[in-house]
């Protein structure tokens, strides 16, 4: 037993933390098995928001954001694969096809939080991954996640953990 973990494959045993977490180790073997266009495929037909890696701590700065359009959905997925970039309220509103006020509104209404916050927590997630599955330098993680250097990522998390983040 592990604490704090989400899954652990230890040879051909293979167990989990609950419920949610059963999903992310069906989804790794699905994968393991099939390969990832395979378990994406899964993902997508089942409605599956992301699949976790098995290694990383149960806790995620990111609340459930679950918008109900398509539009602030492909949104989030840029800001996603834009992290190391600037990302402001008009870049994605642009990316959403509205004008920044619209776009604030329907990302605030959907998601509960505003653009600037939804951004911030996808970094904070993005950069606690990459300090759990890789070997970088704290400097590389927090460039490359849009931080710009370690202490206004140091901030961001401690906002977020002192539940100002959301």
Not at 136 to 164: E, H, K, L, W, Y
């Amino acid at each position: 037993m592990e604490e704090d973990r989400v899954f652990i494959i230890d040879g051909p045993m293979w167990t989990s933390a609950g419920m949610t977490p059963r999903i992310d180790l069906v989804l790794a073997m699905i994968e393991q098995d099939l390969g990832m266009d395979v378990a994406r495929a899964v993902v997508r037909q089942r409605v599956v928001y992301h699949q976790r890696a098995g290694g990383q701590s149960q806790f995620s700065a990111v609340p459930e954001l679950e918008p109900k359009s398509d539009r602030i959905k492909s949104v989030l997925g840029y800001a996603k694969r834009n992290l190391d970039k600037p990302l402001t309220v008009g870049q994605l509103a642009a990316a959403a096809h509205l004008s920044p006020h619209q776009f604030s509104r329907a990302f605030r209404a959907e998601t509960g939080q505003s653009p600037v916050k939804a951004v911030e927590n996808l970094r904070i997630e993005a950069a606690r991954l990459m300090m759990e599955q890789s070997r970088r330098p704290i400097d590389v993680i927090a460039r490359q996640t849009g931080f710009a250097n370690r202490d206004r990522m140091r901030r961001a998390v401690g906002r977020v953990s002192q539940g100002r983040g959301h």
